[in-house]
């Protein structure tokens, strides 16, 4: 569901590591001494050698917080091992650049800017990239399969001629995807506009608030908004109000229709379909509720919808998603990796320029990362134990991939950014 902003931040931590902008000149230059200084604090900042409050100004603090910076530095540490010595410099200006890192298994690429007067800290400061020593698929295969739990993973070549894998793990176990099932909203949304029964410029209300990711919870129920900005927000920002909205419009019996032709296998764990409404009440709301759904038929769970939609998302204490894992094997929505590749290529053959647009907005790599592909479009999906990362990938060749991983753990929450790093790893790999 992408639920907690803790979970989407973890998300995005690979693709930026600060928020403070800066423009860069096109032209090389020499770094100052006081510049180069910086970029070598980076090394003992980054295995927690160092106070952030050394290194980086006020105004970054402010934005990203000292245990921010402490916590990011050890999931870099958690992809790439220890950070080992500042590798190169390549200076923008004498007092921005690029600066490259080498840790363990890794060269991490990052965009910094340093103050113009006294002190000069660090007032900016973006990961765009790592390249892996000596990587190859088959280790970033055995590191994935070697994780606590179950993971599905699957790798497509989409052609003309058909659609054939040729990367597997257990690549039609369904498992627990979190939102990654927004991309069968996006596709019945798809049919439907293909169909003439949608326009993207609909204008619609805005349906009841869920509760996050997102930024629709907090607008007025009611609010007009266009089935573009409904889609792009459920996309981009895994906006889980956006979604319901959808789901809602389109109906649940549409999408339920659709995911045989999409490829779903097991399209039976996945009736009825749940909104994250439902979702949430299911795992955060009354306990019996939550038995009789457990104990019931599709029929039985079909009646208990109306009383799923009586509980308020105010109501619920969302912080309890922190915590353990809640049931992510009985109550979820489930695909396996290859219904995710089989998905985004069922998409892509629609042929609506807007949807893969929409897919495109957040990429779910680093800048450099995206920048090997000549189009790159992602969704990913999450909750304690759950992980999800689904990408529709076009090479420079012009030829299509798909890619899809899960990680499931019942018992435990998971490594969230190794499992992201690893998945970026073997994308870069396939450009």
Avoid: C
Wanted: no cysteine.
């Amino acid at each position: 569901m992408n639920q907690a902003p803790r979970v989407a931040a973890r998300l995005l931590h690979l693709v930026a590591l600060l928020l403070l902008a800066w423009s860069f000149p096109a032209a090389a230059a020499e770094p100052s001494a006081i510049f180069r200084q910086r970029a070598e604090g980076l090394v003992p900042l980054l295995n927690d050698r160092t106070k952030p409050e050394t290194l980086f100004s006020p105004a970054f603090l402010a934005q990203v917080p000292p245990a921010q910076v402490v916590s990011i530095s050890k999931q870099l540490r958690d992809g790439y091992g220890a950070a080992r010595e500042l590798e190169r410099i390549e200076a923008k200006t004498a007092t921005s650049g690029t600066v490259v890192v080498r840790f363990e298994r890794a060269s991490v690429k990052m965009e910094m800017a340093i103050g113009a007067v006294p002190p000069q800290l660090i007032e900016g400061l973006l990961v765009t990239g790592a390249e892996m020593a000596k990587d190859d698929v088959r280790t970033v295969l055995g590191e994935l399969t070697a994780l606590q739990g179950t993971v599905s993973l699957a790798a497509g070549r989409l052609e003309p001629g058909g659609f054939g894998l040729f990367l597997t793990q257990k690549a039609d176990e369904p498992l627990a995807v979190g939102s990654s099932f927004k991309l069968f909203i996006l596709a019945e949304l798809v049919r439907a506009v293909k169909a003439g029964e949608r326009r993207w410029a609909d204008v619609v209300p805005l349906g009841a608030p869920s509760l996050p990711s997102g930024l629709l919870q907090d607008w007025p129920a009611g609010s007009p908004v266009t089935l573009h900005t409904l889609a792009a927000l459920m996309l981009s920002r895994s906006d889980n109000s956006a979604a319901d909205t959808l789901l809602a419009l389109v109906g649940r019996a549409k999408v339920e229709a659709l995911l045989p032709t999409l490829g779903v296998r097991t399209p039976e764990r996945d009736r009825p379909f749940l909104s994250t409404r439902d979702m949430f009440a299911l795992k955060l709301g009354d306990p019996a509720l939550r038995a009789q759904w457990l104990a019931a038929d599709e029929t039985g769970r079909r009646k208990l919808l109306p009383r799923l939609a009586e509980v308020g998302a105010k109501t619920l204490d969302v912080t309890r998603l922190g915590g353990a894992p809640i049931e992510i094997g009985r109550i979820e929505w489930f695909a396996s990796a290859g219904d995710l590749v089989r998905t985004l290529d069922w998409i892509r053959r629609a042929g609506d320029p807007t949807a893969l647009a929409l897919l495109a907005i957040n990429p779910g790599l680093s800048r450099d990362q995206a920048a090997a592909f000549d189009y790159v479009g992602y969704k990913g999906g999450s909750e304690p134990g759950v992980l999800n990362l689904s990408y529709l990938l076009r090479r420079r060749d012009g030829g299509w991939l798909a890619v899809s991983g899960t990680w499931n753990n019942p018992a435990a929450g998971l490594e969230e950014t190794r499992f992201i790093a690893l998945m970026q790893r073997l994308v870069s790999l396939l450009k």
